[in-house]
């Protein structure tokens, strides 16, 4: 089974001027092709850890995407001429939005599309096992 996994410094904006760094890892197996794992503050003494879709998780790099708990949008308005950021707002009983560099996100996501290609996510499922579960 292969994996691979990311490890970056990552924003949580608190308000509009106030961002707190924490540490940030994504991580990607082919047992489950469709989802992609996010740690946020991996090295707190509580890291939050969510599930999404590994295509709403690329397609957000490019377009708003997403609705409800998990939303993803690229950064356009840039200050500075910064490198080229998203954002990712998950919602539990509070919002909270984070500022993840693009860059280091869609080359880690392309090596998941080596792994599992979009669209043959479903190409290993025994259906027949799975029929006889059914039953």
């Known amino acids: 089974m292969n994996k691979c996994n990311l490890t970056l410094d ?7 001027e106030l ?3 924490l540490s940030c890892e ?8 469709f989802a992609v794992t996010v740690v946020l503050d991996a090295d707190g003494k509580r890291p939050v850890r969510w599930v999404l879709s590994r295509d709403l998780l690329a397609d957000g ?14 950064m356009y308005d840039l200050p500075d001429g910064g ?17 993840i560099p693009t860059e280091p996100v869609a080359q880690w ?7 599992v290609p979009r669209g043959s996510e479903m190409d290993g499922v025994d259906w027949d096992e799975l029929s006889q579960l059914a039953d």
Request: proline content about 7%.
């Open 83 to 99: 490198a080229p950021s998203f954002c990712l707002r998950l919602v539990n009983t509070v919002a909270a939005v984070f500022e």
């Open 10 to 16: 990552v924003a949580r904006w608190l308000s509009p």
């Open 109 to 115: 996501l392309a090596h998941t599309y080596t792994l």
């Open 61 to 74: 790099l490019s377009a708003r995407t997403g609705e409800g708990d998990v939303m993803v949008w690229p």
């Open 26 to 33: 994504f991580s990607y197996a082919e047992q489950d092709p």
């Open 19 to 21: 961002a707190l760094t």
